[in-house]
């Protein structure tokens, strides 16, 4: 069944529909190769980027819907031609869909949601709850976890939710190339998450909350109780830009941010194509990130 609001969903309602697709990039661009969206006479979804280009895309596709077209082929300069000052050039093609095409369409997206790097907020207090909210708009996985089934059911964002009496084996569990942001309601458990994820060694980000003063503690705990775990890949605080403003909300944005730089870094894909190649010894990650 299609989830509401999804592409599948969209492709399932809407039976005339023009495929727009970028298929080579040239220069400065809004979005990258492959990128592609779908436009039918009286709705649209997804983006090559807006502007200017993206206008002439969705026009030429409803001119293709209006008159019978089945292809169209675009070479657009992103310059002053079209008062769009990217750049670059694009080509793009406009294909309008059959059957075949909208199951293909519903199959990459489905591969896409199996690719999204999964995202563990590990406590569903009031900043947990302010991340959820954020990161459901995402191109994420995001997962809450606690401890506490009465925090978890405060959480309203349309993301997965875990009540676990032994939340380190989410850590544990979680695939390759995981962000883990750790704010429970207690300083012993954070300090046990955060030691788990940063034993992993192939998170794309580790964050704990907490303070200068908090971060020492954990390094001398854990240089006691770990084996002398090193914290240097440690993010805490989380979210340290500089802002005097403790709402949930707004520490959440900065900690997005912070999350989302490292997951969408060079480093991170490359880090995580090489883990998905050398899994850790005597654990077992499935593609979901659920216990096996």
């Known amino acids: 069944m299609a989830v509401p609001g999804s592409l599948s969903e969209f492709l399932s309602t809407q039976h005339r529909l023009v495929r727009v697709a970028l298929t080579r990039v040239r220069g400065s661009s809004p979005r990258n190769e492959g990128t592609e969206m779908f436009v039918a006479t009286g709705a649209l979804w997804g983006t090559i980027g807006g502007g200017q280009l993206e206008f002439m895309a969705i026009n030429a596709a409803r001119d293709m819907l209006r008159d019978g077209m089945l292809h169209q082929d675009l070479d657009v300069p992103l310059g002053p031609e079209i008062g769009q000052c990217c750049g670059g050039r694009v080509e793009l093609k406009l294909n309008r869909m059959r059957a075949s095409d909208k199951r293909a369409a ?42 506490r089934a009465d925090e978890i059911d405060l959480c309203t964002a349309i993301v997965e939710t875990r009540v676990s009496a032994i939340p380190e084996a989410e850590i544990w569990n979680a695939p390759a190339g ?4 750790v704010l429970t309601h207690d300083h012993g458990l954070d300090f046990l998450l955060t030691s788990a994820a940063l034993e992993r060694q192939d998170a794309a980000y580790v964050g704990m909350i907490g303070s200068a003063t908090k971060r020492v503690k954990l390094r001398n705990w854990a240089h006691k109780h770990c084996d002398g775990q090193s914290i240097e890949h440690l993010k805490c605080p989380i979210g340290a830009s500089g802002s005097r403003d403790k709402r949930p909300s707004v520490i959440a944005a900065f900690v997005v941010a912070e999350v989302m730089a490292e997951l969408t870094s060079e480093t991170a894909a490359t880090a995580l194509t090489g883990a998905i190649h050398a899994p850790l010894v005597g654990r077992h990650h499935d593609r979901k990130g659920r216990s096996a």
């Open 178 to 181: 995981s962000a883990f942001i």
């Open 106 to 147: 519903k199959e990459r997206a489905a591969l896409r949601e199996e690719e999204l790097p999964h995202v563990y907020v590990m406590g569903a207090g009031h900043v947990g709850r302010a991340l959820a909210n954020q990161l459901q708009h995402l191109p994420v996985r995001c997962i809450l976890v606690d401890t």
